[in-house]
């Protein structure tokens, strides 16, 4: 069964840093995209980030620009997001989500990760 688990959220002060953490099994990230979206309450599911299987292409929403990053390690299986620069309004769920190609529909997401910044 393809599976997706997320890892790595938490409680951190603005300004601080968290690096998420995806898992993928079954199935091989060679493969696929993998992407990040997040739900805060009361708020629409937002897409953060996503790379590409094809050339590690990178795309991010205009409000993490600069301050996300994602990354894929092909042999653990696993995709990151480094988060800095954390702010309150990135407080949310995040969770990893399977494509095809990125901007495309997922078929495949984790359980999610919260992640709340508060001082």
């Known amino acids: 069964q393809v599976q997706l688990v997320e890892s790595g959220g938490g409680l951190v002060q603005p300004g601080g840093s968290l690096r998420l953490s995806c898992a993928a099994s079954?199935?091989?990230?060679?493969?696929?995209?993998i992407g990040w979206f997040r739900q805060a309450p009361g708020k629409e599911r937002e897409g953060v980030s996503c790379?590409?299987?094809?050339?590690?292409?990178?795309y991010y929403t205009d409000s993490v620009k600069g301050r996300f990053t994602i990354s894929r390690d092909n042999a653990k299986n696993t995709v990151y997001l480094q988060m800095n620069s954390l702010k309150p309004e990135d407080t949310a769920v995040y969770y990893c989500?399977?494509?095809?190609?990125?901007?495309?529909?997922?078929?495949?997401w984790g359980q999610g990760t919260q992640v709340t910044v508060s001082s």
């Open positions: 079954i199935f091989s990230l060679d493969y696929y995209a």
């Open positions: 790379i590409s299987s094809s050339d590690s292409s990178t």
């Open positions: 989500a399977r494509y095809k190609v990125c901007g495309g529909p997922s078929d495949y």
